[in-house]
């Protein structure tokens, strides 16, 4: 383990860094000083003109276009296999799977890799559900995921509950029995004045590549105390509810289905997080005890308008899933194109994405293209026979979906963790900017991870890259990306973005990205839904995003020096770094212990 910031112990591995350390032997005659500490490359200054092969570039595209896999990978993995809830038996088959298969196309020491305990694994095996009275109707629903199983198929009369508060169960109580329960607000269906499919425009990648301006830094100020305090009630009236509707033994519970991006929500099933009645619902200490699950708006919204309007409704729902452990571990999938230069052969470039998904579709867009992608990059690049310089390494997580917690895993297995602080007095919990960090320990192996390359906005092409506010980087990317412009990749922006695993990399300085795609209709329509199919994947896009991959790999392997990093992060030190100077308005009046507001401290 070595300690943070610290580059004493930085040994003298790589030519270029050997050829960093000045020369000493003019001073023989002098005492002999301690010698300067040698900046690896990732800190040192970079060469301004990147050396790019672009006969490599045209082999690469010929590979990627001419013979592309991209889709034998899609439907073998989104319908071979079908989707992959972290813990589930599917989810073990893609594990198993894309072992086999990098194996199969030449990768070496391709493996699982434990990343610790998730939850319950646990499947879906039918759900469905009928109107019997008034008007008899199939009703369009899945499980929620880890919802018990009903026993059977089971009838019974359906309630509309409308909660604002807890004393609201009031009402409710002792009349639960056998009962199927609506929870959760109606909502509109918007009108679709907007397409749901969308690529960027020339503007909009324009836009991106500015620095974000305005009043503030996170635009509106939130009111985080009242968000608190909103939330601790909703939580309360949900466990009061749950634990009523459990107790009393309601035969089940069905919740709306959300709505998606400019009201793309209608007539499909979203099924998340957002359709459990608890966080951790995959943990059995907080699982939920009664069947639970997700309808489709349209169909939800006759249901309770009836029940609103004293109509008695009768529903037979038939919830099948089933539990298949109670602490199973997830895994992420690793294999490697090892790197054959003596000296850079220990250095790491990384490519990936998550291979999980959720239930309801066969997680074609989320994230199997990612997955496919990354698959079809180190595929071309074996295929072209390559013997990178450094060790090329592709990494398909699990569990990103409840929570990055693969890559997290991984990070903390290989590069680095931090150390535990309890949180401040009054400071908000972590999910409201609360985020009490401290020091950044690191690994011998964090000095060797060169960059690593994310693909989890669906199916759409490659636009350009973000660089995740790495400034020193993004004059070598579009220099990488000046031959692509015919491939619509044009954009390097500075800003973050968040959301999926480069975060893992980039929270302990590692150099982590995630490519900018086009929208495609991934936040509309796909993204976590019943229509997250094969059908939704575009085999061309998938092309292109293999082939810029393909390329930023082979860039980063090859290249002389390391991929320049971000400075190194001091999560300790950044509450005082940004405090407000005290004092500094001309007339503050003195004030005890150093007010946020810049007030003159008191003199000790
Ligand atoms: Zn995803």
New binding site residues.
Partial sequence: MSQAGSFARWSCTAALICAAVPSFAADKKKEVAAPAPVVPSYYGSQPAIENLDLTMYSKIRDEGFKHSHVMQFAGALSEGIGPRLTGSPNMAKANAWTRDTLTAIGLENAHLEDWGEFGMGWQQINTWARMVSPDPEPLWLQAAPWSPATKGPVTGEAVFLELNDVKDLDKYKGKMAGKVVLIGAMRATPDLTEPLFHRYTTEELAEMETYPTGTGRGGPQLNIQQLIADRARLTALRTAGIKMLTEEGAAAVITPSRDGGKGGGTGIIFDDTGANLVRGAQVKETAVAVPNAVMMIEHYNRLARMLQNHVPVTIEINIDTKFTGDHEHGFNTVAEIPGTDPKLKDQVVMVGG?LDSWISGTGAT??GAGSIVAMEAVRILKALGLKPKRTIRIALWSG??QGLFGSQGYIKTHFGTFAEVPAAPGAPPAGFGGRARGPLTTTKEWETLDAYYNL?NGTGKVRGVYTQENFAIGPIFEQWIAPLKDLGVTTISYRNTGG?DHLSYDAVGLPGFQYIQDPMDYETRTHHSDMDTYDRLHPLDLEQAAIVEAIFLYNTSEREAMMPRKPFPHPENEQKMAAPIPGIYPNAVAVPDAPAGGGRRRPQ
């Fill in positions: 998550h989320d994230n990103e979906e989890d999926t």
